[in-house]
């Protein structure tokens, strides 16, 4: 019994001892191996390796991946102008030699977050110092990404490399800050409605002067009309007396006898006038004169 507990005891211990010594390296890691506390060997493969047993030599993993920082500081830059901007940004990044990263950075990729938002954001302070906020919301914008992008890479690839390596810098949001923000609404609602007010009164105006040249040409127009129904008149007014002249020049008394009747029929025109007239007077001269009486016969010869 105690040779077979000796057994198992001594195969677990070894299987143990077998475990220690394996490690298994992940396609998106780094795999640095440590001995007594130095860097002995970094493992840029996948797969299952080996290694001295702990204490010997212990195993850590660095991620081999895209990474991306995300800017976490709110803390206004000032532009050319010394206006305040809050500007948000990120940063894609890698870590291409874990040793170096190791020596200069830290253990873990927090470690290499921290100071490279450091260095990105000095860099990009210095740039937005250049610049106007016109060229900062411009295309312009581009040329000031590249500008940090390459102070950014002067300091992780200088004297001391960091063993990484900045892909891309770019600004999501550039906004002034919230006091300025506010005054700049303000002054364009009140642009905006200074616009709006000119546009009406503009339009006003326009369309009194609309209004005034309608009515100017109602007025032209009417006057023109009334001008041409006159003369049409006359005209009209001149060939009728031209007509009664030569019914005048060709029987006098039976133009006098029907413009009598012309007289009656228009004073006599409803049963409730009264008239109060003398009998003798030339108004009945019609009724009275047995020429008058003749007449008809004369129309009707003629």
Known sequence: MNKIGFYITSGLVALLIISSTLFVVDQRQFGVVYSLGQIKDVITEPGLHIKLPPPFQNVSYIDKRLLTLDNQDTEPMLTAEKQRMVIDWYVRWRITDPSNYIRNVGLDEKAGAMQLSRVVRNALQEEINKRTVKELLSVKRETLLQDVKREVLEVVQGAKPWGVDVVDVRITRADYVDAITESVYRRMEAERKRVANELRSTG??????????ADRQREVTVANAYRDAQKIKGEGDAEAAKVYADAFGRDAQFA????????????????????????????????RSSSGASAPPAASKK
């Open 204 to 213: 006003a105006a326009e369309g009194e002067k609309i209004r005034a040249d």
């Open 256 to 287: 006098q006898f029907y413009r009598s009747l012309d007289a009656y029929k228009a004073s006599f025109n409803k049963k409730s006038d009264v008239m109060v007239v003398d009998p003798s007077s030339e108004f009945f001269k019609a009724f």
